[in-house]
């Protein structure tokens, strides 16, 4: 296979998913809404210490413009939103589960050993577990 099979007539896949999550905190802010069910600006922020408000703000609203995710009201603080994946998010589960055991074997970021484990066992099986997980928790039919 070629590089021109890839990518036909000058459109590239790597560039449209850049355009979506090619800056430093757009996945790291997925990442926690769709596998750690942080659906709260307050979660978020407390999951990612390094974040400044106004970055997760837009990266937010980016996400929600893209349709990854769903901004809806907080049942428990009508004040609040929640910020819920939809499927075009979880289908974002194979990509970030990728990027995790690449990030364990070649950085320097902490990984369950039985994530790992299990991923090296069974890569499907894990990939499809996280996917109805996620949409379970975000009561996503």
Known sequence: MS???VSK???CPVTYALE???DRWT???LRNI???SRYRNKELCEAIPRIATNVLADRLKRLESRGLVIRERDPEDARQFLYKPTPL???VIPMLVEM???GAQYGDGEVSPTFLRRL???REGVIEELQKQARERASIA
């Open 27 to 29: 996945l790291v802010v």
């Open 9 to 11: 007539q000058g459109s």
């Open 120 to 122: 090296k066992e069974d």
């Open 89 to 91: 998010a979880v289908s």
């Open 100 to 102: 995790i055991a690449w």
């Open 34 to 36: 769709v596998l750690e």
């Open 20 to 22: 979506i999550f090619g």
């Open 3 to 5: 590089p021109k099979d």
